[in-house]
């Protein structure tokens, strides 16, 4: 006798019931207020209230983590650039040529470092169990936009899983020819070359595809799936505002906060 076990269902979070349209006007509003300043209290404070709203995504802190490892990696990089020339002031540590670095500079770089880190983490936290397919559908009917786009776009996503797939199918026949294990910098470029050609290819063949069931019709399309604004959506709106607004005050409470163009 063969005991089929059911999959265990996934569980929804607070997150799911917001409008994807609304996650997108979200991530704006807790990235575009942040360039209004450079400064280390307000990156703190937006990062830091962004974080203890974790449970409200059904992400995990440990797969949050593990996505923010590629910012704290790229975001030195950010400010290495404000360490070396920007404009000196109070003590000078080192200097050589045009690079200098000073009190200033240092603590520039520490912002700027701090902002990437701030400015990424949103995405991470909105769409890190977004659906392509609500998205699309939300972008048509909330949003508004051209359905042949946005079912073109959604066409696409699709497709990077099984580019992913041939990525990994094509290494794995080199190494079985013994071709695969010396020149990784030719066999780098000579996978994607094909896996270029793929894509054509396979885009061709879902151009024609979506053109012969009507996809490309101007005629109002109807939708299986309904998206729409709810009472969640305003309160989501709100609570990025708090979130940006107590990063901000919390800058300008200190004295730390300082115009971007100043």
């Known amino acids: 006798m063969t005991v089929v076990v059911a999959p265990a269902p996934t569980r929804s979070a607070w997150l799911d019931g917001v409008n994807p349209v609304t996650r997108i006007l979200l991530a704006l509003l807790l990235s575009i207020p942040l360039f209004a300043s450079i400064d280390v209290v307000s990156g703190l404070v937006a990062i830091a209230l962004q974080l203890l709203c974790i449970p409200l995504t059904g992400l995990s802190l440990r797969t949050v983590l593990g996505r923010m490892a590629l910012l704290a990696a790229i975001s030195p990089i950010a400010g290495l650039s404000m360490l070396l020339y920007a404009e000196p002031a109070g003590q000078v540590y080192w200097t050589f040529g045009v690079a200098t670095i000073s009190e200033e500079s240092v603590r520039l770089a520490i912002a700027v470092s701090l902002r990437v880190i701030a400015l990424g983490l949103p995405t991470i936290l909105l769409f890190g169990r977004a659906d392509p397919t609500e998205v699309a559908d939300a972008l048509a009917q909330v949003a508004h936009l051209p359905s042949r786009f946005v079912l073109g776009v959604l066409a696409g996503t699709r497709m990077l899983g099984l580019f992913l797939d041939d990525w990994r199918t ?4 080199r190494r079985a020819r013994g071709v695969g294990d010396h020149g990784a910098l030719r066999r780098f470029f000579s996978m ?34 309904p998206s729409r604004l709810h009472r969640r959506d305003a309160v989501a709106t709100l609570g990025g505002i708090l979130i940006m607004a107590a990063a901000l005050a919390a800058a300008v409470a200190a004295g730390t906060f300082r115009f971007i163009w100043s």
């Open 170 to 173: 094509m290494g794995l026949a």
């Open 192 to 225: 994607a070359f094909v896996l270029l050609v793929f894509a054509v290819r396979r885009g061709s063949k879902l151009a024609m595809a979506m053109e012969a069931r009507g996809f490309g019709s101007d005629i109002p399309r109807t939708w299986a799936r």
